[in-house]
């Protein structure tokens, strides 16, 4: 079974902090996503990864960067954590970027 | 927004009964893909559909697609409580750069 994990269940930082999410999967998928989800606004892409080195933006990735130095791990980073960066951050992973993503558990941040 | 919308946004049923949820998009797709999400955890996926099919079964689930209409269905056949998450429809849009975009979801409450 494909296994995403993320390093933290929950997260609360101060606004201004510098904030880093980690995703880890172990089946060898190309492609690698963060997305935060919101009440009423679903799912949102911030940046996804289709290859070492590699990113792209997605819908909302202002405020966010990421890195992604070895295939199996992508990091998601709030350069300056604001309180409405409170979200629940979900990371996935695929062998193509339009198949099926297998999801982490996901990390609740708060940020006060 | 080309999000698929996701229709009723809640729906309560008692077990052993059908759930009926609906997915409608507004541009062609590649594929269809129907996720569900037990409460403060990771999606997890449950069906893909390709353009070219009209009905796909896997265990309980039901996925049909209506290309000429935009539309989707998810049935779960007589319901259990574990069934009680929330379910997503995910679409890959031609010329989004083949990237998934999901709805908002359908809260689905099934009921002992």
């Known amino acids: 079974d494909v296994k995403v994990t993320q390093s933290s269940r929950y997260l609360v930082k101060r606004t201004g902090e510098k904030v880093f999410l980690e995703c880890v999967q172990d089946?060898?998928?190309?492609?690698m996503f963060w997305y935060r989800q919101d009440p009423g606004l679903g799912l949102r892409l911030i940046y996804f990864?289709?290859?070492?080195?590699?990113?792209e933006k997605g819908d909302i990735p202002e405020g966010y960067s990421v890195s992604r130095e070895k295939k199996e791990r992508f990091s998601l980073i709030l350069e300056s954590a604001s309180t409405n960066q409170t979200s629940m951050y979900l990371c996935?992973?695929?062998?193509?970027?339009?198949?099926?993503?297998?999801f982490g558990p996901g990390t609740r941040l708060l940020v006060l | 927004s080309q999000q698929g919308e996701e229709d009723p946004q809640a729906l309560s049923i008692q077990e052993g009964e059908n759930a009926t949820m609906n997915c409608s998009y507004k541009?062609?797709?590649?594929?269809l893909q129907w996720y569900r999400q037990n409460s403060g955890r990771g999606l997890v996926h449950l069906i893909l559909?390709?353009?070219?099919?009209r009905e796909k079964h896997s265990g309980r689930l039901r996925v049909t697609l209506d290309t000429s209409k935009k539309s989707s269905s998810l049935l779960i056949t007589a319901s259990r409580a574990a069934d009680t998450a929330s379910y997503f429809c995910?679409?890959?849009?031609?010329?989004?750069?083949?990237?998934?975009?999901f709805g908002k979801g359908i809260t689905l409450s099934v009921r002992p």
């Open positions: 996935a992973s695929s062998v193509r970027v339009q198949e099926t993503q297998y």
């Open positions: 089946m060898d998928h190309e492609n």
């Open positions: 990864s289709y290859d070492v080195k590699m990113k």
């Open positions: 541009t062609s797709i590649n594929n």
């Open positions: 559909i390709r353009s070219n099919e």
């Open positions: 995910a679409t890959e849009y031609f010329g989004a750069n083949s990237k998934l975009t």
